[in-house]
């Protein structure tokens, strides 16, 4: 007799137990999402929640380049905010399903609170990279800077733990050439879909930051460099 499958109730109720920090930083943004989702139809609310949503929480560019800020705090709060907001329920379905197995990996590597602080600094850089390399008077929203700072954690440990068994450098970088050739072109085809409206250089401060913070908060990656 082969063992069936947890119903899906069960496994959600089991992800959720084993990724809290997770868990709570996508009902978040699923929630968040579905207010705004509301409004928009007219359900509740007013039908321009959505814009004063981004007015305050989005990553506005200018506001690093001496924009006034519609409040004090602005320019520094926009940093975190920006990850918690998305275009729509498909850009925020999108990124928290690739939150949800992304998030297993990494807690069972990290735990709870270095998860929780990965993702942070990962959202951080993402909007760093954002800041310093583009030039779009338009905001940017989505956690996605957050995500692909998860991603750059993991393929840093998989360069530290191939080094630990004694693999070269180049036999590294072919192992793992496989994954960037994925994650370049899977922004160049989002790039293409979107029109040019993809915030690349989120992207790339999150997984830049992601990948360092992600050596520095293993201890088993420190020491295998």
Same mark, same amino acid.
């Given at each position: 007799?082969?063992?069936?499958?947890?119903? @899906?109730?069960?496994?959600? &109720? &089991?992800?959720?137990?084993?990724?809290?920090?997770?868990?709570?930083?996508?009902?978040?943004?699923?929630?968040?999402?579905?207010?705004?989702?509301?409004?928009?139809?007219?359900?509740?609310?007013?039908?321009?929640?959505?814009?004063?949503?981004?007015?305050?929480?989005?990553?506005?560019?200018?506001? #690093?380049?001496?924009?006034?800020?519609?409040?004090?705090?602005?320019?520094?709060?926009?940093?975190?905010?920006?990850?918690?907001?998305?275009?729509?329920?498909?850009?925020?379905?999108?990124?928290?399903?690739?939150?949800?197995?992304?998030?297993?990996?990494?807690?069972?590597?990290?735990?709870?609170?270095?998860?929780?602080?990965?993702?942070?600094?990962? #959202?951080?850089?993402?909007?760093?990279?954002?800041?310093?390399?583009?030039?779009?008077?338009?905001?940017?929203?989505?956690?996605?800077?957050?995500?692909?700072?998860?991603?750059?954690?993991?393929?840093?440990?998989?360069?530290?733990?191939? &080094?630990?068994?004694?693999?070269?450098?180049?036999?590294?970088?072919?192992?793992?050439?496989?994954?960037?050739?994925?994650?370049?072109? #899977?922004?160049?085809?989002?790039?293409?879909?979107?029109?040019?409206?993809?915030?690349?250089?989120?992207?790339?401060?999150? @997984?830049?930051?992601?990948?360092?913070?992600?050596?520095?908060?293993?201890?088993?990656? &420190?020491?295998?460099?």
């Amino acid at each position: 007799m082969t063992d069936s499958p947890l119903p @899906f109730r069960n496994r959600a &109720r &089991r992800w959720i137990v084993e990724n809290p920090v997770a868990a709570v930083i996508t009902l978040a943004c699923l929630a968040i999402e579905a207010v705004l989702q509301g409004a928009d139809n007219g359900l509740w609310g007013a039908q321009n929640w959505r814009d004063i949503a981004f007015t305050d929480g989005a990553f506005w560019a200018p506001l #690093l380049h001496g924009a006034q800020p519609i409040f004090a705090t602005q320019p520094e709060a926009m940093f975190l905010t920006y990850g918690f907001l998305h275009a729509g329920l498909l850009h925020a379905g999108v990124n928290m399903a690739s939150m949800v197995s992304l998030a297993v990996p990494i807690s069972a590597r990290l735990g709870q609170r270095r998860f929780a602080v990965l993702y942070v600094i990962a #959202l951080l850089g993402g909007g760093a990279g954002f800041g310093l390399l583009s030039s779009l008077q338009a905001p940017m929203i989505g956690a996605s800077g957050a995500l692909f700072g998860l991603v750059g954690a993991i393929l840093a440990w998989a360069w530290a733990d191939r &080094r630990a068994y004694g693999q070269r450098p180049v036999e590294i970088m072919r192992a793992l050439a496989r994954p960037f050739i994925i994650l370049i072109g #899977l922004n160049v085809v989002m790039f293409w879909g979107t029109g040019g409206q993809l915030a690349w250089q989120t992207h790339l401060g999150g @997984f830049v930051t992601g990948w360092i913070a992600g050596m520095l908060l293993d201890p088993k990656a &420190r020491r295998r460099r």
